[in-house]
């Protein structure tokens, strides 16, 4: 089985996805299945279906989340240090054709978010700079075409 990297704070999310979906979404579903069941026929009852493919998602994610769980290998970021990119780092990239900055820092997949600075540890741009330096420039690929970035910094939270 392959293990699932991920950071403390990501583990926490995810068991608290879990609770969430098992102790309130579940019995909210559970409810509007009965009251559905209550009007009659069922074949013709839209507010019953809508219920059963909620049940169907929920039930998907809990697994889901729960396999992931399983597999968790968790890497405590605060313990790392070094000016090499690796998981769980934060780091500041300068855009060679623009000069922006960016900081990401490299976490699993489940946490990945960009719009909060994450990125997965398997997007094209975590690849690219995982075992690289402060000072190293990368070429990356994207769906735009090739970008170049200078590795700014490496920093640890």
Do not use: C
């Not at 559970?30 to 009659?40: K, P, V, W």
């Not at 855009?95 to 490299?106: G, L, R």
């Not at 719009?115 to 990356?140: F, L």
């Amino acid at each position: 089985m392959e293990k699932v990297p991920m950071t403390g704070a990501g583990h926490a999310a995810m068991l608290s996805e879990i609770k969430h979906l098992k102790s309130v979404e579940r019995p909210r579903i559970i409810q509007l299945i009965e009251e559905a069941r209550s009007h009659g026929d069922l074949s013709e009852n839209a507010e019953y279906h809508a219920a059963k493919e909620q049940q169907g998602w929920i039930e998907a994610r809990v697994a889901e989340l729960e396999d992931k769980i399983s597999r968790a290998d968790i890497i405590d970021v605060s313990k790392l240090s070094g000016d090499t990119v690796k998981f769980g780092a934060k780091v500041t990239l300068i855009d060679e054709d623009t000069d922006e900055k960016a900081s990401y820092q490299i976490v699993g997949e489940f946490e990945a978010d960009v719009k909060k600075g994450k990125i997965s540890v398997s997007s094209p741009i975590a690849r690219a700079i995982i075992g690289k330096k402060t000072g190293d420039s990368v070429e990356v690929s994207t769906p735009g075409g090739g970008k170049s970035y200078e590795i700014a910094k490496v920093a640890w939270l």
